[in-house]
């Protein structure tokens, strides 16, 4: 028989959908075709595998060739099927024994002397291999990239000739799946670095303790973005499942993950000049974004008000959903994006200093213009605003105020409130709809009467409602108290500031 199947995986979005690779020998003329969908890269598999076969002392069969990858509707993109495509030949023209592939799968592109390089998203690919019971052989150099599921074992083989000699029982290819990854990648910087701000520092630990989102307002120098860059130590390391999926999105957007430990929080600050589709994920084989890099972190946006009116727009879908879509004339591909955002912007366009009320000398006309680069559906998707005043110079230099701080104390304080929510609700405060916040921030009567005065009282729309609510429960987890009293109601409205300037 001149057939073969040979299994390997495509990909598209997040998913590594299984291929079968069948090579079919018959007389004729000598040709080669490859079949089912293939891209450009694909379809150059041909010259690369055929010099790969030769150049591993293999005879390249001197007949009719045809490559059917099936199913035939997936788009099939990169060098990955060269791999499975010369096992298949190999296969079909009695180089290789018939059932030695059986129960394997192959990923990898060829270069032309046979030696296996590197593919892009091995991850989801792996997983989804491991997922069934199959056996996968790859490039050693995704070998790094395999750590979130090295628990697994996998093969990685250099050259074409090392995979042969493994599935002829002659020479067996290395499982070892432990790679060594630096610890000290793991703490990033500390909250404690910075001296002062406690209103800016005490608003993160809210954050980070019920998963909200937040906006920072301070003049140019104020200590925004080293605040924002140190965030993510008061976040717990990724889990599983969790690095899993963060990893698996930087392996599809070929992202180099080196400089992050694996299990630490990703944390992603485009610039401002980024464009929608660097900022949302795209093009034409779609790639994640900056938002779907920070999925499961930190998404910190500075200059916010700089950035491309149409590209923050695009946020408002991932912070109610979690995901992004991006829909192409096949089909739709979604991406996972759930972050936590922390923006950051200049008082006014001006960047003058601020008073402790978020003042400065600038007329109203200014102000309301600078702040209409924001539009309020987002605004109000933003739970915490608070105001970050440049510091007095000898407060800059001044250790003992923040050596007060414990942030031990914190973190288990942080920690404590998130364990009590997730018990209680299975998910973040932040993550809470409409109807799950009424029923597990229930207010007295009384506390409620006092609240609704409140706003009215602050020209707080009632579309904040929620976000208020939302942020008074945190606090109260932070305390541990069962109840949502006035006391974490008015802190939680205390960080609505940006809404009444808005107004004004
Ligand atoms: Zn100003």
Request: charged content about 20%; aromatic content about 6%; glycine content about 6%.
């Amino acid at each position: 028989m001149s057939i073969a199947t040979v299994y390997s995986r495509a990909q598209t979005g997040m998913d590594a959908p299984l291929v079968s690779v069948e090579v079919h020998l018959s007389n004729g003329l000598p040709n080669f075709s490859i079949v089912g969908l293939p891209e450009t890269a694909v379809r150059e598999s041909k010259d690369r595998v055929r010099a790969a076969i030769i150049n591993s002392n293999f005879e390249f069969p001197a007949r009719r060739i045809i490559v059917n990858l099936a199913p035939a509707e997936l788009p099939k993109q990169g060098g990955r099927f060269d791999l499975p495509i010369a096992l298949g030949l190999l296969v079909a023209s009695k180089q290789l024994n018939e059932n030695v592939t059986h129960g394997y799968e192959f990923l990898g592109e060829l270069s032309l002397s046979g030696e296996l390089r590197k593919t892009i998203g091995i991850l989801p690919a792996a997983h989804a291999c491991q997922c069934i019971g199959s056996k996968l052989i790859t490039s050693s150099e995704n070998k790094k990239e395999l750590i979130p599921i090295s628990h697994h074992s996998y093969f990685y083989a250099s050259h074409l000739l090392d995979v042969c000699a493994h599935l002829n029982n002659i020479k067996k290819l290395v499982t070892d799946p432990v790679v060594h990854v630096e610890q000290r990648d793991l703490t990033p910087p500390l909250m404690s670095d910075v001296y002062g701000q406690q209103h800016a520092k005490r608003a993160l630990c809210i954050a980070a303790a019920g998963q909200h989102h937040v906006l920072m307002i301070g003049s140019p120098g104020s200590g925004k973005s080293m605040l924002a860059s140190r965030f993510p130590s008061l976040l717990s390391p990724l889990n599983d499942s969790e690095m899993l999926e963060t990893c698996s999105v930087y392996s599809i957007a070929n992202v180099s993950g080196q400089q992050r430990h694996p299990q630490s929080r990703p944390f992603r600050a485009p610039h401002h000049t980024v464009s929608v589709m660097g900022l949302a994920g795209g093009g034409s084989n779609p790639k994640p974004g900056e938002i779907s890099l920070a999925h499961n972190g930190v998404l910190f946006l500075d200059e916010f008000t700089e950035f491309n009116r149409s590209a923050l727009e695009i946020l408002r879908e991932p912070i109610e959903t979690g995901v992004i879509t991006i829909s192409r004339a096949a089909a739709q591909i979604e991406f996972p994006a759930h972050f936590q955002l922390i923006a950051a912007m200049n008082p006014c366009s001006q960047g003058c200093d601020i008073d402790e009320y978020g003042q400065c000398e600038c007329s109203s006309e200014q102000l309301r213009r600078y702040h209409n680069k924001i539009s309020a559906p987002l605004l109000d998707r933003i739970d915490l605003q608070v105001n970050v005043p440049k510091l007095p110079s000898h407060l800059l230099f001044n250790k003992e105020e923040s050596q007060k701080e414990n942030w031990q104390q914190i973190q288990t304080r942080i920690n404590t409130a998130r364990n009590i929510q997730i018990k209680r609700q299975q998910k973040l405060n932040g993550l809470l709809a409409g109807n799950e916040l009424q029923k597990i921030c229930s207010l007295s009567k009384e506390t409620q009467t006092k609240f609704i005065n409140m706003l009215d009282k602050l020209n707080i729309s009632a579309r904040a409602f929620h976000r208020i609510l939302k942020v008074a429960r945190t606090i109260a987890d932070l305390e541990q108290s069962t109840t949502v009293n006035k006391q974490h109601l008015t802190e939680a409205l205390s960080y609505r500031q940006f809404d009444r300037l808005l107004k004004s």
